[in-house]
């Protein structure tokens, strides 16, 4: 039989690689910027195996454009929303990704972000930096305190329950929202579950966490951020098109809000000339929340091992539409 080969639209762990060329040949896009759709395009049409990332726009048209060799799309993340899914499923290409793999990692970095926004820790480095440090005095640089804060959490799968886990030790109140209600849940977290409305008008840190959806799409808008305390701070690690950024602008230059700190964008990377790049009170971090050296190169090894599986013709260990082997 003929060595399959593998496409990897980004450097990943060399030993994951390693480990694919192993069993197949493997080529890997070496550019820092993800390769452009028509090298997605091009490699799609002869690769049996494409190892993939969210910057990827795998869309109808690029899966349309493989051969009836692909036996396997596998993203290194655990969302898949640059994916049609719908579109791989009915070439019946499974769609392989990395769930739980960066579960408290991510929760670490949410953290990070609350306590830096509400204490406004990055203001606070950048005036000391710019030879700016004011004497101290009473409301120099105050910020939220965080223990005994009431925080708000939408979406509350793994990484929303992991920093309800980390909000304990702060002694919070802690109030969710998800589609689904989680009893269980909330009786080991002492989290309280609210509709929409509600989460946005009592919560003193508002913190992301859901899955992008279209009917996530900007849930959090002008109308919903009025709701909101002025003293509050929002927090966003899940995707950027949840939040409607012209509505969050409005809302931090109108004092509708006092903070935000966003880890995603829509669109990515977030256009040099955007307003949010001149604000203050926001802090802008690069899609870097499951960015520890541990978690990445977990992913990219469960990345591979859907790769290997799809090549071998066995069900993907960690498959986004299992429909395909119904």
């Not at 990070?112 to 000391?128: F, N, Y």
């Not at 004497?135 to 979406?155: F, S």
């Not at 329950?161 to 802690?174: D, E, G, P, T, Y």
């Not at 870097?288 to 990219?300: G, H, K, L, Q, V």
């Amino acid at each position: 039989m003929p060595t399959p080969f593998v496409f990897i639209t980004r450097q990943i762990a060399s030993e994951a690689i390693e480990r694919l060329r192993e069993k197949a040949e493997v080529e890997v896009w070496l550019q820092e910027s993800p390769p452009p759709k028509t090298v997605l395009l091009e490699k799609i049409a002869y690769t049996d195996g494409i190892l993939t990332m969210l910057t990827d726009p795998i869309d109808s048209e690029v899966i349309q454009a493989a051969s009836s060799s692909l036996k396997v799309i596998s993203q290194m993340a655990v969302g898949f929303d640059n994916i049609d899914i719908a579109a791989a499923t009915r070439r019946r290409i499974p769609v392989g990704h990395t769930p739980g793999v960066l579960t408290e990692t991510t929760a670490d970095f949410a953290w990070a972000l609350i306590l830096a926004a509400a204490r406004r820790i990055v203001e606070a480095d950048r005036q000391v930096r710019q030879g700016i440090w004011k004497p101290w005095g009473p409301d120099v640089l105050t910020g939220l305190d965080v223990y005994g804060a009431t925080l708000g959490i939408i979406g509350f799968g793994r990484i929303g329950q992991a920093v309800a886990q980390r909000a304990k030790c702060f002694n919070m109140h802690i109030l969710y929202y998800s589609r689904q209600r989680k009893p269980e849940a909330e009786r080991a977290l002492g989290a309280t579950y609210v509709d929409l409305e509600e989460i946005f008008r009592r919560s003193d840190i508002l913190s992301l966490h859901l899955n992008y959806t279209p009917a996530a799409h900007h849930l959090v808008n002008r109308e919903r951020l009025a709701l909101m305390k002025p003293t509050a701070i929002l927090i966003n690690t899940a995707r950027g098109a949840v939040v409607d950024s012209e509505a969050l602008v409005w809302a931090l230059q109108n004092s509708v809000i006092a903070g935000a700190a966003l880890d995603v964008f829509d669109p990515e990377p977030i256009p040099h000339e955007h307003p949010l790049l001149q604000m203050e009170n926001v802090i802008l971090t690069p899609h870097i929340a499951s960015a520890s050296r541990e978690t990445r190169r977990r992913m990219a090894l469960m990345a591979v091992e859907n790769v290997l599986a799809g090549l071998e013709d066995r069900p993907l260990p960690y498959c986004a539409n299992p429909e395909v082997y119904s």
